[in-house]
């Protein structure tokens, strides 16, 4: 869903305000690694309700982190497409991809809620179509850079190593 996360970044910081809940500023992309389950929010996308669950589960504090979509972003793909070894018109449609994309530069593309409850954190986050649209041009930049093609294998040497 293409989502103005400005306007619900603002309305999540004043909710959170009067909540009674202490509010951690964390880093997007900071519990990566934990034990986490994503609060399912396709079907249940009110962030108050998350919030309830929090508070019914005992919790006291949540961490709430944003994320900015910024020119490095896609400049750091522009440079690794050189990388890539693309035919001049995969690597124009990438570029064109990307371009798009500039309108949002400076557009909040990511919001994250979590609590910690038993060791596990239990996480509710939102991110627009159109930045995920980015983490799959990202992706696929990636593959290419790492020498995997559209199958999954590598490219490289193959089987031309020794073990020894």
Same mark, same amino acid.
């Given at each position: 869903m293409? @989502?103005? @996360?400005?306007? @619900? ?8 305000a009067?909540s ?8 997007p ?10 609060w399912d ?6 962030y108050q309700m998350?919030l309830?669950v929090?508070?019914?589960?005992g ?5 709430f982190a ?8 896609i ?8 990388d890539?070894?693309l ?11 990307l ?9 909040t ?14 996480v509710y986050?939102l ?9 799959e ?7 290419h ?6 199958d ?9 190593f020794?073990?020894?």
């Amino acid at each position: 869903m293409d @989502l103005n @996360l400005d306007t @619900l970044k603002r309305e999540m910081l004043d909710y959170l305000a009067g909540s009674g809940l202490a509010v951690f500023y964390g880093s997007p992309g900071g519990l990566e690694g934990m034990p986490m389950v994503l609060w399912d929010t396709e079907r249940h996308p009110d962030y108050q309700m998350f919030l309830e669950v929090a508070r019914k589960a005992g919790a006291s504090m949540v961490v709430f982190a944003a994320r900015e979509f910024e020119a490095s972003d896609i400049d750091d793909l522009l440079g690794q497409l050189d990388d890539c070894g693309l035919e001049r018109d995969e690597r124009r449609d990438y570029e064109k991809r990307l371009r798009e994309l500039r309108p949002y530069l400076g557009v909040t593309c990511s919001i994250e809620l979590a609590f910690d409850y038993h060791l596990r954190m239990y996480v509710y986050e939102l991110q627009p179509d159109w930045y995920e649209e980015f983490l799959e041009i990202e992706d696929e930049i990636v593959a290419h850079v790492s020498g995997e093609n559209e199958d999954g294998e590598d490219d490289g040497l193959g089987g031309y190593f020794s073990n020894n």
